[in-house]
Structure formats: C-alpha cells, structure tokens
C-alpha cells in the first residue's frame, strides 16, 4: 500500500491536527521519501515508519511536538540534520537496520538536547571499535544506547510519555471496566438463581406446612365423628346400646339366641 493511501486510512475520518499517534508500518514509499505528511499535524508525538523503504527523510515536516521517532529497516545513510531542524523535541530515535557507517554521520544529533534513547542495532556503526564510547563522547546528552546506558544498564521496557502509554492505559482500563461490568453482572444473575432456589423451597416448606394442617384437620373431622357416634350411643336405651355395641364387634345378642332356640 502506498504511504499516501495508507496516511488517509490511518486518519480514520479524523483532523491532522487531532492526531497524536501515526502507524505507517510496511507501507510503500515514492522514491524513498516520505509522502503525504505535513506540519498540519501539529500535535503528532509518535511517528512510526518502520520498513518503508526510505531512503532520505528530506521530506519530513515541522513537527515541534514529535518525541518518538521509529524509522527502523530503511535505507538512510544520512542527512539526519533535518531532525535537528524539524523535531526539536525529539527524545528517542530508532535508526536500528538502516546504513549509518560512520560516528561522524550522527553528529548532527548534537543539536537535538533532549535525546536521550538511541538505537542503532544492525547499522555498520556498531561495528566500529569503541563504538559505544564514542556515541556517548559526541552525544553527551543521551541517557541510553541500543537499550543500555554508559554504565551497561538496560532501559526499562518502555517511555510511558514518549510511547503514548496513557493511550493504551485507557484502552486498558476500559476492557477492565467492561470485564467488572461483566463479572457483576455474572453475580447478579447467581444472586437471583439462588433467590428462585430458596422461594422453591420456601414454596416447598409451606405446601408441606399445609399438607399438615390439611392431615390434622381431616384428623380432627374424624375425632369429631367418632365422637357425636358416642354421644349417640349414650342417647339410647341401655338395651339398645349394648345391642349396637355387639353389632359393632361382630356378635350376636345373647337375647337373641334365646329366642331362637324357643322357636
């Protein structure tokens, strides 16, 4: 994809001037040189150009606001006064993977105070002897080399103010509101299936507190009956009490059998 194509597309709809990070990774440089960008991105503090073929920076605008500047895997040899003109601001530099020979091709970075992070990894520079030492004697400005400073101790991962992390950070913390937004409502949803499981079984408990109210009322009809059966009994005449009584358990009224043998 061309650089030009590719500037419109990482716009997204929006203003030059509303830009603060710019991606042209890959992309396709005309001739070598940058195309399409201009100072209308006056607020631009990360630019990123990582294997797009450039050749000279020569085109790059004023961009007083640049801090980081990643042209890593191109084939710039020079011309690296252009920074000192257009990025005064800049503080970190990748030019790892590029055609810088000499130590004396950096020494335009002298009028850049601020840098203070330079990577020159794969360049034939640093094969030169004392490489190192001598970066650090004609930049005394800068902090770090290829990720160590002049003591050999490693930079930390990463510039939160030169990186943009806030950006990320915000990204971030908006996944982490969505993921608790989601987690709550993942609770609620157990809070209201442990509320259904306890009104079953409050359901349960009282249609077995009426399955016992129903037995001891049957129980009490019963009591009832067996005993307006007695009040009756005693009503009638002592004959006829005993007479139902025998009925009752299945004999005869001696009475009765008299009778019958008579006959």
């Given at each position: 994809?061309?650089?030009?194509?590719?500037?419109?597309?990482?716009?997204?709809?929006k203003?030059?001037?509303?830009?603060?990070?710019?991606?042209?990774?890959?992309?396709?440089?005309?001739?070598?040189?940058?195309?399409?960008?201009?100072?209308?991105f006056?607020?631009?503090?990360?630019?990123?150009?990582?294997?797009?073929?450039l050749?000279?920076?020569?085109?790059?605008?004023?961009?007083?606001?640049?801090?980081?500047?990643?042209?890593?895997?191109?084939r710039?040899?020079?011309?690296?006064?252009?920074?000192?003109?257009?990025?005064?601001?800049?503080?970190?530099?990748?030019?790892?993977?590029?055609?810088?020979?000499?130590?004396n091709?950096?020494?335009?970075?002298?009028?850049?105070?601020?840098?203070?992070?330079?990577?020159?990894?794969?360049?034939?520079?640093?094969?030169?002897?004392?490489?190192?030492?001598?970066?650090?004697?004609?930049?005394?400005?800068?902090?770090?080399?290829?990720?160590?400073?002049?003591?050999?101790?490693?930079?930390?991962?990463?510039?939160?103010?030169?990186?943009?992390?806030?950006?990320?950070?915000?990204?971030?913390?908006?996944?982490?509101?969505?993921?608790?937004?989601?987690?709550?409502?993942?609770?609620?949803?157990?809070?209201?299936?442990?509320?259904?499981?306890?009104?079953?079984?409050?359901?349960?408990?009282?249609?077995?507190?009426?399955?016992?109210?129903?037995?001891?009322?049957?129980?009490?009809e019963?009591?009832?009956?067996?005993?307006e059966?007695?009040?009756?009994?005693?009503?009638?005449?002592?004959?006829?009490?005993r007479?139902?009584?025998?009925?009752?358990?299945?004999?005869?009224?001696?009475?009765?059998?008299?009778?019958?043998?008579?006959?």
């Open positions: 994809m061309e650089m030009k194509k590719r500037l419109t597309l990482e716009l997204r709809n203003k030059p001037g509303e830009v603060k990070e710019l991606v042209l990774d890959n992309c396709r440089s005309d001739d070598g040189k940058i195309v399409g960008l201009s100072s209308d006056e607020n631009l503090e990360f630019l990123s150009m990582i294997n797009v073929n050749l000279s920076i020569s085109n790059l605008p004023k961009l007083n606001k640049l801090r980081k500047l990643e042209l890593s895997d191109n710039i040899s020079g011309g690296l006064e252009v920074l000192a003109e257009r990025t005064p601001n800049l503080t970190h530099l990748n030019l790892s993977g590029n055609k810088i020979k000499d130590i091709t950096l020494e335009p970075l002298k009028k850049l105070p601020n840098l203070h992070s330079l990577d020159l990894f794969n360049c034939e520079v640093t094969m030169l002897i004392n490489y190192r030492e001598s970066v650090f004697t004609l930049l005394p400005q800068l902090t770090y080399l290829d990720g160590f400073d002049a003591d050999e101790q490693e930079a930390p991962d990463s510039d939160p103010e030169a990186d943009g992390d806030g950006l990320e950070d915000e990204y971030e913390n908006g996944e982490e509101g969505e993921e608790e937004e989601d987690d709550d409502e993942e609770d609620d949803l157990d809070e209201e299936v442990i509320d259904e499981e306890d009104d079953e079984d409050d359901d349960l408990e009282g249609e077995e507190e009426e399955d016992g109210v129903d037995d001891e009322e049957e129980d009490e019963e009591d009832g009956e067996d005993e059966d007695d009040e009756a009994d005693d009503d009638l005449p002592r004959g006829e009490k007479k139902r009584n025998l009925e009752d358990e299945g004999e005869e009224d001696p009475e009765d059998e008299e009778d019958d043998e008579d006959d």
